[in-house]
């Protein structure tokens, strides 16, 4: 609290030094609302109780959409013990008289949900209303199975901040992993991005690892050792097709899909080393990125689809390079610790976040150029980072509860939470787009 | 940057305040103290943790589907509140191992230093006893599986497996087992032998293990 009133502070500040020159303040002025009051007020209202299968699904509806506005990162939820009117007894066409009070409270928009049913189905109305205008924004009927009831409410979510921001949310997204299954099966799941259903990808019950999703999220390509090898597979979703893409004697591991979807790099160890290949996304011929008995694996392509940041162990340690996907300009960038793995290049571009060995396995960033080293966690081991579609946040895997749990944190550091807690190891995240 | 210096002084000096007052505003609150690790006891080697076979598996894999997405329809647009009222029918809804324990065999396992997979001078006697078995037994074929300790990463080990792997075929290969008797396998840091958290067990996993290839 003292943070954002000194921030408004220092806002109320610029604005008034601007006044005499309207257009250069709107600039700063713009600039500072990025920055400083970069968070949307909303305020959610309905979700009248409405039972269905033994479940309250206005109040399961009211708390998923919380969750999903609070977790953007962009909107600040109001408490509903805060505002001017019970908002569960707010209905369809009940909003407009409610907007004054909430302007009042500097409440910028205000989202208005019923749940109904049809036959088996649920039916989810969500409205948008922008507080100060009056204006409806956003109105849209969702209808579905009940037992897609979450992702109902995660698509009104996506569609609000889409709205509202531009960009598109991450609250439809999912997560892959690797979780232990009894003693020593290790198996590919599927769960919601908030840890919600987490559903079996294999159950071959020898291990299956490095899940990673296709750009159209239509596909995971996975290693697994299935049939006695590292074999590299793929499981489309649409069709539940299964396909082998590639099983040379010895590793066929640590898939990376090009932004565009046509290439798979991936680490190959029949040719004597343990190197990155090329392959077309069908499988079929290979062309060598890098040669040599050195250790590289772990790729990861910047989102122009230009380079590639991968782990080796080239220098004696295991360290952070990039190469162009043509095969040259290889060059390293970490040179702080004796221990970086496990790269994943930023959506945006700007950043790659990496298993660091500072004070214990860390998650770090640093800029493309090797500057900007920063470290994100400090309790217990942590390793696996993976980004969430938009950027704003970070998967990893933990030991800090004493079983390896999946956590994802805001992408500085801030609000980690942990996603899994099933008794079970889960780790190697992979959200998809 | 440039219009900055068309400003008026007092503009600039507000700005510097503001500027400052920003830079002065407290961080937000900090992730808090390394932590340790839950650490359970360890049990001795001969505590092995892997027991299942992993080899080609049995299992049968679970049918995959993406949850389809939810029927969406707009509510009425131009009206507000109330116009999504009496809109015809939306969309119908969518559906919207180690082999360890299995080839048990009488070669034995080489252990290797932490993230290391030149072999050890003390471990050249066992690997030429392992090499003396070989020679005597010609028919066996083995797959030398590369294996290390619970530290690092994941996927990084899985090459550093391959690496310990490789580097005993080599060995064997050099003292004059055919390099067609030998496969190597990675399994990364995935297969413990020993369970826990501390160099008693690290010691025991970071090793090189060999099953007997049925034929």
Known sequence: MRRRACEVLALALVLLAGLPHPGETQVIERELRDKVASKITIAIAGFAPFAMNGEDLGRLGASILTADLKFSTVFDVMDPATLPFEPKTVQSGQELPLLPGLNSLKVQYLVAATVSSRGHEAVLEGRLFDVASGNMLLGK???????????????LADDITQQLTGEKGVASTRIAYVTTVGRTAKEIYVMDYDGANPTPVTGNQSLNLSPRWSPDGRTIAYTSYRNGNPDLFVVNFDSGRRDVLSSQPGLNATPAWSPDGQWLALTMSSGGGTNLFLMPKGGGSTRPLTSGSAVSV???FSPNGRSLVFNSDRGGSPQIYLL???????RRITFQGSYNTSPRWSPRGDKIVFMCQLAGNQICLINPDGSGLQRLTSLGANEDPCWSPDGRHIAFSSSRTGHRDLFVMHADGTEQTRLTNNGQDSYLPDWSP | MRQLSTLPAVWMVLLVIASLTLVGCPKPPSIGQPGESAVTPGSGPAGSAATGPSGPSTGTEPSVSRPSVPAETPLGS???PGAGMGLGPGGSGGAGASSQGAGTSPL????FDYDRFAI??????????DAAWLKANPAVKVTIEGHCDERGATEYNLGLGERRARAVKEYLTAAGIAADRMTTISYGKERPLVLGHDENAWKWNRRVHFTLVAR
């Open chain 1, 141 to 155: 009927r969702y209808v579905g199975e009940t037992k897609f009831f979450r992702l109902i409410v995660h698509r």
């Open chain 1, 298 to 300: 772990s790729p990861s």
């Open chain 1, 324 to 330: 162009d996907v043509d095969g040259s300009n290889l």
């Open chain 2, 78 to 80: 131009a009206g507000g």
């Open chain 2, 108 to 111: 034995k396992d080489i252990y």
């Open chain 2, 120 to 129: 050890l001078e003390d471990q050249k006697a066992t690997l030429n006893q």
